[in-house]
Structure formats: structure tokens, C-alpha cells
């Protein structure tokens, strides 16, 4: 059983940056591939970012690509998005997601979720 709660989200201007955390509980978590999705009110859940159990894999999906940087602490039983020159279009509620696979695109195939953490960026 793996549990995951997530925090690092505000309220922040274009251009600037936030960096989210995911604190995991569960002794296979360092094991699991990791990841972030998204959701904007009326939208899909939304790929962002995934990585791989050894951190040797990162994938990203294109609109973060270059801005977005993922993360994991084994040790901490963590995993990190930094997000830098933040756009308005990137205000949604962000998730940690955690499989003992791989990480799919499609979010019902993922096995556990984090509460989400809500971004907001004003221009």
C-alpha cells in the first residue's frame, strides 16, 4: 500500500517558480515509478512529468518540457516537480502519481494518487 501527499503549491506571477513536493509512505515506494499530473477545471487529468524507480528516466510531456524538472529522493521517500517561467496556462490542480510499473499517460491506469496540491499562476 503506498500513500502519497503532496505540497508545494501557491499562488505565483508569470514567469516565476514553485517546486512541489511528495512525501510517499510505503516500504516499496522506492521501487515505484513516480510522476505528476494535472487538472484544470473542465479539462482532462493531464500528464506532466514521470521518472523512473533508479531516477535514470525522466519523460516530460511537450508544454512543460524545458521548464518543468522531476525529481526523487529515495531515501526521503520523496519526489519533486520544480517548475520554472510558470505560465497562466499552468494553473491547475496538480497530483503525484505512483505505480509499481511504469507510468502511463493515461491516468486511470496509474495505481495510486496524492490528494493534489492547487497551482495558480496570474498574469
Known amino acids: 500500500q503506498v500513500q502519497l501527499v503532496e505540497s508545494g503549491g501557491g499562488l505565483v506571477q508569470a514567469g516565476g517558480s514553485l517546486r512541489l513536493s511528495c512525501v510517499a509512505s510505503?516500504?516499496?515506494?522506492?521501487?515505484?515509478?513516480m510522476g505528476w499530473f494535472r487538472q484544470a477545471p473542465g479539462k482532462e487529468r493531464e500528464f506532466v512529468a514521470a521518472?523512473?524507480?533508479?531516477?535514470?528516466?525522466?519523460y516530460y510531456s511537450d508544454s512543460v518540457k524545458g521548464r518543468f524538472t522531476i525529481s526523487r529522493d529515495n531515501g526521503r521517500n520523496a519526489a519533486y516537480l520544480q517548475m520554472n517561467s510558470l505560465k497562466p496556462e499552468d494553473t491547475a490542480v496538480y497530483y503525484c502519481?505512483?505505480?509499481?510499473?511504469?507510468?502511463?499517460?493515461?491516468?486511470?491506469?496509474?495505481?495510486?494518487w496524492g490528494q493534489g496540491t492547487q497551482v495558480t499562476v496570474s498574469s
Open positions: 502519481v505512483a505505480d509499481p510499473a511504469v507510468i502511463s499517460a493515461s491516468a486511470p491506469s496509474n495505481d495510486y
Open positions: 510505503g516500504r516499496t515506494f522506492s521501487s515505484y515509478a
Open positions: 521518472i523512473n524507480w533508479s531516477a535514470g528516466s525522466k
